[in-house]
């Protein structure tokens, strides 16, 4: 029986920089604070990471020695400097180690040691990095074995740079992050855009995904805790959309970096934000938020031009004002809500450009629902309001997949889900909205396109940020979301059998599975199933 592996991490403090740019807020110019970790076994030792300086990486081979530990690997997250310039005083230290990587971050790491990549180490900290690193080697295999003990290399994408990888430990049900999260540290965010931060809240959920106990950041406050991923993963998601909409709003980096130090004004090293806000402005991000604000919509990138051109395109779409159909409804989620044969079988109508829906009959044949994000009612055919509920998703805190609904709780469900999925890809350009495509995933024999679409808060639906997968012909095929007001259940969404009415295309059947945390979907219970016909659109 294998040895128990233990993790051990060793933070250095944040070190002063020579500073490239001006104060922005209160603070110092400083490197952020950050960490190494050692796995070791019985008798060997992996390192994760080995720093910047020869002082930091002199700190990390007294650390080891004291273990009484033998080194035998040390892996590298990411292509950044300050993640593996300290390889030369620890190889030196344990020259039998090996430094290896993902063969991914090789050319960015061989970058970080170009002529220009020195250029900006020895600006920041003059005299204090070694002249000529030692680049990692290509690691052959995603597992390193730790007797007996899997160390699982992943490569999620993108972080504060790209590619970037974690580690992943089943046996400690822990993941040593890399620069994918932060914890309590303002994130690098200088050389990135509105595509890869968003790419960056992805590789977060991949971690998420495997659910986690430990989750080691690579930057954080050296008193900070590991043990709270949730924390950790959901505080790292928050400042990304925080330095988002921030930038949206802001006419100059001063006015974004304000903006964010009244969000996250307690976070270690400010230095890392007034970079960021000065670097994205001097590339125009902050120009070109405004003007597609002004111009009164969001931008597209290509999966989503492809997928509104496939259903039909956006000119046709805007000469269009309602939609109605016949839904045909089942599943294992009606009578689990207490709301057996209500929706069977009714007649919706929508409008398109707002969101506003009505399902008739509702409970009986003489009434109609009448849904809006901040109220909902029940009314009579001629426009007698019988019950109604403002601000109805507050209605639903604390409920779990098993609780209850009411009438008007029902009328709300349905109505901000058929919106979204009649409205969509299109609704998708409407101001406010992001997306970005992800990798591709395999499903079916075929290759789907990903878009996570991040929704804006004040349209209802059914979480912020949704996944839809489109077949290669552009056609949405699978759409992944959480319920928020039925307990975040997660949900595997497919659709298909579709039908052109007023030249516009949309499928016909919805069928609604049960979702894993790594993105398979459950082939029962079958949570609901919508059939849809005598379509017809005004």
């Known amino acids: ?61 007294d650390w080891i020695k004291a273990s009484g530990k033998n080194l035998t690997t040390i892996y590298i997250t990411h292509g950044h400097g300050d993640h593996f310039f300290g390889l030369n005083t620890i190889l030196q230290a344990f020259p039998s180690a090996r430094p290896v990587t993902a063969p991914a971050v090789v050319p960015e790491a061989k970058g970080q040691t170009s002529p220009e990549g020195m250029q900006f180490w020895n600006a920041l900290f003059p005299g204090q990095v070694p002249q000529h ?38 046996s ?86 304000d903006k964010m130090m009244v969000l996250h004004g307690e976070l270690g090293n400010p ?11 001097e590339q125009g991000q902050g120009r070109s938020s405004r003007a597609e604000e002004k111009s009164g919509g969001s931008p597209m990138n290509d999966l989503l031009k492809v997928a509104i051109e496939a259903h039909g395109g956006l000119e046709r779409w805007n000469q269009l004002n309602t939609v109605s159909a016949r839904l ?26 707002e969101e506003k829906v009505s399902h008739r009959p509702f409970g009986a044949a003489d009434r109609r629902s009448a849904f809006t994000p ?28 098993e609780t209850p609904w009411s009438t008007l709780q029902l009328a709300y469900f349905v109505g901000t889900a058929m919106w979204t999925y009649l409205t969509q890809p299109f609704v998708f350009t409407l101001p406010g909205f992001q997306t970005t495509e992800l990798d591709p995933w395999e499903e079916a024999g075929q290759q ?33 979301y959480d319920v928020e007001i039925s307990g975040n259940a997660n949900a595997a969404h497919y659709v298909s059998d579709y039908k052109d ?30 059939r849809l016909s005598e379509i017809s659109f005004t």
């Open 1 to 61: 029986m294998s040895h128990p592996l233990l993790l051990d991490v060793l933070v250095v403090p944040y070190k002063p920089v020579v500073a490239l740019i001006p104060p922005m807020s209160e603070g110092e110019a400083t490197w952020p604070a950050s960490s190494v970790s050692l796995i070791s076994g019985e008798h060997d030792a992996v390192l994760i990471d080995a720093l910047l300086t020869p002082e930091d990486a002199g700190r990390i081979v």
């Open 133 to 170: 690193p030692v680049v990692p080697q290509a690691l052959e295999t995603d597992v390193i074995d730790l007797e007996g003990h899997e160390l699982r290399i992943i490569t999620v994408g993108q972080s504060d740079t790209s590619p970037s990888t974690i580690v992943h430990i089943p």
């Open 172 to 257: 400690l049900e822990a993941v040593i992050a890399g620069d994918v999260a932060y914890n309590g540290i303002h994130q690098w965010l200088a050389q990135t855009d509105h595509e890869k931060r968003m790419r960056w809240i992805a590789s977060v959920e991949q971690i998420e995904a495997l659910q986690p106990k430990i989750v080691v950041a690579g930057h954080k406050r050296p008193e900070a805790p590991d043990d709270n991923p949730a924390t950790i993963l959901g505080d790292t998601k928050t400042y990304i959309r925080d330095f988002n909409n921030s930038l949206s709003a802001s006419d100059s980096a001063q006015e974004l970096v």
């Open 271 to 281: 230095y890392t934000l007034w970079t960021a806000a000065q670097s994205v402005f």
């Open 328 to 353: 045909i409804q089942g599943g294992v989620l009606w009578p689990l809500k207490g709301q057996v044969g209500v929706l069977d079988d009714v007649v919706i109508t929508a409008s398109l450009h």
């Open 374 to 401: 901040k109220r909902v009612a029940i009314e009579t055919d001629d426009g007698t309001v019988l019950e109604a509920l403002d601000q109805p998703r507050a209605s639903f805190a604390g409920h779990t997949a």
């Open 448 to 480: 789907w396109r990903r878009l996570r679409v991040a929704w804006p808060s004040h349209l209802a639906t059914h979480c912020t940020e949704q996944t839809l997968y489109f077949t290669p012909d552009g056609l949405l095929a699978r759409h992944d």
């Open 501 to 530: 009415v007023a030249g516009i295309r949309l499928p016909t059947k919805h069928r609604i599975f049960p979702r894993t945390p790594d993105g398979q979907s459950l082939a029962e219970p079958l949570l609901v199933s919508i």
